[in-house]
């Protein structure tokens, strides 16, 4: 019996685990049912919980930890189960004791893990409210010192930013600028502004920079949100589930390239959701292809808001009479560039020795980096735009743009013509027209960049900004660590003597334009230079005689607006020459024999005092360009010319330049001519000629001028009439060619009735002093469709002309005038009315309209019916020195799309047309006497006082004119 004690305890001792033991054998069936019925019973609380989390989201909370832990847990927890659940299902029976133990086993254990994740449940407060205030506010402010003032440059930037953001059609806005403009300062404004409204409900900020990183960007936006994501989660569905449910504003700041929004799991905005992105880039072309609604260019700091920061970073030093006059010029260096702006006036501040401003001067004006903080803080910053061009060529034609002198217009033919011309820079093309289009599209890539800037006449010209002039003359300079070509460049600089020699050697262009050198009495030794701009040095008149001898490599030499009398005999030996430009050189007399130079593409003589036309030109087999237009020349050897094999364009327009049909019959043979501008007398021998049309129709631009016109071209298929005392014979077939036409002095012209269909694809049309012009176009005359394609009427000193369009209106499915964009009329003494009411809806593309010194006119629209929103597109409206007009039309309706306008010497007219919405940023003047001002009616109360802001009373002067009228 004493032994029976410690028998029975050590067999409960071992029993209890081999029960357990075998319980996982036994028992594994009834367990995994078990297992089954309390995972699903938990699996409806964690949908519980995880719907009031996602509820608790949008809303800008976030879930607790230990809930958040609690369902990690579970999911885990889940997924092991269904594993068993699975391998049970693949065995059907368990057969193996081994397998049936293993699994039993695993049972338990996570029997024990569910009852373990119920407990915790029950832990007081932790689930009766799953989320609580996030730690991430809606929006984070930012530092920032935006320039201020109400109607500053930044200001206006600002209000256009945010009114975007508040139209609902704009889902993704684009802010472009060159590097340092200040797009991220103006979008930290937006980003702070947005606390004060609840438009958004997070606003979240990615800087992006350089080196796109996907992955990265989820992950910002992520812990923006307070998300976590799981190693093997997928990143981009998970943003997604939460940004579909918030209205949100993404700010993609310093973008550089694309990417696309649905493979990082940002909802595309749209009016659905009202959400927003906000791009800034220095490319144009980044934000159209991320989908832009709207662009908007932030522009340079006006030259008072770029003083006033300037003298802010500097401190009082700059107010000192002696200080401020150099300082006004260092700011002026800055260029309105803010980041330029404060490095420079950081690096200034309390200097107060004016030595020190004259050399921070000289600095700035040589582009060289010696300010402190220049090279690393603007240079180099802005080098990243130049760094990210697509390649060689694209960065070679920025460079080139530095040559020309600061804040120069660049006409954008010319430029192109250079690189067609230089080796290397536009390569793969067969002819000009394919350089030129190849040209234009590198320039539209350099702009896109933010790198130029559109030239303020139209699209013809380019202009760089001074500190990215300053950039490309930094890498370039022979002083620089950058590798790559080498410039010397003091064009606009003043010199009076050119560079020493020992600065021409090395270097492979050099620009000297608009200086005011005298004489080049120097032999540069130039074993690399392949460009030479000399031209707009007005002053020089003599180059040394052995000038030339040692550029053996010279590309292109450029003497234009010059004083020379001669070139040397050394311009013979240039024999890689390709561009010998001698434009207004009014004074040369005399050119050395011109056929040594063999590779000669490009040859402009045009309006220069040569009398002779130069020997050897038709040795010159590789010559594509050549202008001799207003040239003296007596006679034009035409037959020599059409002889050149290569020749693709030809200008020989001027009064001494007329072609006859004899040498013109030629002209048709040159098969690969494309562009020709020539003066003719008498149109009847080519009209006639067999080859005309189709030889005329081939061409892809030209210019005939039948005597003389003043006028400029305005597309590049142009006629120019003029002094005629009868309109020449058969002019219909040559105007059926032409985009644009000019008539001057013509004075047997009646009418453009009598051209019937061939005005069909005109474009411009500009009638100018033709005393027995009555009528521009009567309907009853004209077929269908006669002006279909036109743009613009420029109507000049017409003293007869009554109607500019009689007969009534066009037929109702007539097209013509429905592409008309501008109107321009002035001079026209007899003229009464512009139009008729029943012609406004044929107007409907309408952008401008001018009128002016028609003394007789009392009405613009004669008649009362006018159709609905009359001149919908109407933008520009300038009403001039018209004193007998009474009103623009007797008919209620208003001006809705108006931007600018200038009513100015109108003392009878009665009422504007404006409504006060469509003009709340109106530029332009009103001038009048007060006595009109008071009396005018307008068609909205509240018009008149927003008007008020540009009336100016007028002078004296202008009354005592109005009250003799």
């Not at 059609?169 to 609840?198: F, P, V």
């Amino acid at each position: 019996m004493d032994l029976l004690g410690p028998i029975v305890e050590i067999i409960l001792f071992f029993w209890d685990p081999i029960s357990r033991h075998i319980g996982y054998f036994k028992d594994l069936n009834n367990n995994v049912e078990t297992l089954k019925r309390k995972t699903k019973k938990l699996k409806r609380k964690h949908d519980e919980i995880q719907a009031e989390v996602d509820d608790a989201i949008p809303v800008g909370k976030r879930q607790k930890a230990l809930v958040e832990n609690w369902l990690t847990e579970f999911r885990n927890t889940e997924n092991q189960v269904d594993s068993i659940r699975l391998e049970l299902a693949l065995r059907r029976i368990c057969t193996g004791h081994s397998s049936r133990y293993t699994l039993g086993k695993r049972v338990v254990e996570k029997l024990e893990d569910i009852k373990k994740l119920n407990k915790k449940l029950k832990v007081k407060g932790v689930f009766h409210e799953v989320a609580e205030s996030s730690r991430h506010p809606r929006v984070l402010e930012k530092q920032t010192s935006l320039p201020r003032g109400q109607q500053s440059t930044s200001e206006r930037t600002l209000e256009e930013i945010w009114q975007c953001l508040n139209e609902e059609e704009n889902g993704i806005i684009g802010i472009c600028g060159m590097g340092g403009i200040g797009k991220t300062t103006l979008m930290k404004e937006i980003n702070n502004r947005c606390t004060k409204t609840r438009n958004f409900d997070v606003v979240i900020w990615i800087t992006v920079s350089k080196d796109l990183n996907l992955g990265l960007i989820q992950e910002e936006i992520g812990n923006r949100l307070g998300m976590k994501f799981d190693g093997n989660e997928e990143k981009g569905d998970k943003l997604f589930a939460w940004l579909k449910n918030l209205r949100y504003l993404l700010i993609l700041d310093d973008l550089w390239e694309t990417f696309s929004l649905t493979q990082v799991g940002i909802p595309k905005p749209d009016k659905q959701n009202r959400c927003k992105i906000a791009i800034t880039s220095r490319s144009v072309t980044v934000c159209n292809a991320m989908g832009a609604d709207k662009s908007i260019k932030v522009r340079a700091l006006t030259p008072e808001e770029a003083w006033n920061l300037f003298c802010e970073r500097c401190g009082d030093v700059v107010l000192s009479s002696e200080i401020r006059p150099v300082a006004e010029e260092v700011a002026k260096e800055c260029s309105g560039l803010p980041l330029a702006i404060k490095t420079v006036g950081g690096a200034m501040h309390g200097k107060d020795k004016k030595e020190v401003w004259r050399n921070a001067l000289r600095a700035l004006k040589g582009a060289s980096p010696e300010v402190p903080g220049m090279e690393r803080q603007v240079f180099l910053p802005l080098k990243l735009s130049y760094d990210s061009l697509e390649n060689d060529n694209i960065k070679s034609c920025f460079l080139y743009c530095s040559l020309f002198p600061e804040d120069h217009l660049i006409p954008i033919d010319e430029l192109v013509r250079y690189w067609a011309m230089e080796e290397g820079f536009i390569e793969n093309v067969n002819n000009l027209e394919e350089a030129s289009n190849k040209g234009h599209d590198i320039l539209e890539r350099i702009k896109d960049a933010c790198l130029l800037e559109k030239g303020s006449h139209g699209n013809k010209y380019v202009r760089m900004h001074d500190l990215l002039r300053d950039l490309a003359i930094w890498i370039t300079s022979p002083s620089s660590s950058i590798e790559g070509s080498k410039f010397l460049v003091k064009a606009g600089e003043g010199l009076v003597q050119p560079p020493e020699e020992k600065m021409w050697r090395g270097v492979v262009r050099i620009s000297l334009i608009s200086s005011k050198i005298k004489h080049i009495q120097i032999t540069p030794d130039c074993p690399n230079l392949i460009s030479l701009f000399l031209n707009q040095n007005n002053q020089l008149c003599t180059i040394h005689s052995n000038f030339f001898e040692l550029m053996p490599k010279l590309q292109i030499l450029d003497l234009s607006t010059t004083c020379i009398e001669s070139l040397p005999m050394s311009l013979l030996q240039l024999v890689n020459l390709r561009v010998l430009i001698l434009r207004y050189c009014i004074d040369l007399v005399e050119v050395p024999p011109l056929g040594n130079l063999k590779e000669l593409q490009l040859l402009d003589l045009s309006n220069s005092g040569l009398k002779n036309f130069p020997q050897g030109i038709a040795s010159l087999v590789k010559l594509k360009r050549l202008d001799i237009s207003w040239t003296s020349f007596t006679p034009i050897p035409y037959t020599m010319i059409y002889g050149l094999p290569s020749l693709e364009e030809l200008r020989t327009m001027g009064r001494n330049g007329h072609v006859d049909r004899a040498t013109f019959s030629e002209a048709v043979n040159m098969k690969r001519l494309r562009s020709l501008s020539i003066s003719v007398s008498n149109l009847n021998g080519f009209i006639a000629h067999d080859m005309f049309h189709q030889w005329f129709s081939g061409l892809t631009s030209f210019h005939v001028m039948v005597n003389y016109t003043p006028f400029v071209p305005v597309s590049n298929k142009h006629i120019s009439i003029g002094e005629c005392d009868k309109i020449p014979c058969g002019i219909e077939g040559l105007i059926k060619h032409a985009f644009s036409l000019d008539l001057y002095e013509s004075i047997g012209l009646t009418s453009l009735s009598k051209f019937q269909g061939d005005l069909k694809s005109l474009r411009h049309l500009r009638v100018s002093e033709c005393s027995g012009v009555e009528c521009i176009i009567d309907w009853r005359e004209v077929g269908d469709d006669a002006f279909q394609c036109l743009q613009s009427l420029d109507l000049q000193i017409l003293p007869n002309l009554e109607k500019v369009f009689d007969g009534g209106v066009p037929p109702p499915l007539n097209a013509s005038l429905q592409n008309l964009r501008r109107i321009w009329v002035s001079h026209c003494e007899k003229l009464r009315s512009l139009f008729s009411s029943s012609m406004v809806e044929q107007l409907h593309q309408l952008e401008e309209l001018t009128i002016s010194e028609c003394f007789q006119m009392k009405e613009i629209i004669e008649g009362d019916e006018l159709p609905h929103n009359s001149f919908p597109k109407l933008r520009f409206l300038i009403l001039d020195d018209l004193p007998k007009l009474e009103s623009i039309c007797s008919q209620r309706f208003m001006f809705l799309s108006l931007e600018e306008m200038e009513v100015i010497s109108c003392p009878k007219l009665k009422k504007l047309h404006l409504f006060c919405s469509s003009i709340h940023q109106i530029k332009g003047k009103i001038e009048g006497k007060r006595e009109w001002w008071e009396r005018l009616e307008w068609e909205d109360e509240n018009a008149k006082s927003l008007c008020s802001t540009i009336y100016k009373e007028a002078s004296s002067e202008v009354e005592e004119e109005d009250s003799s009228e």
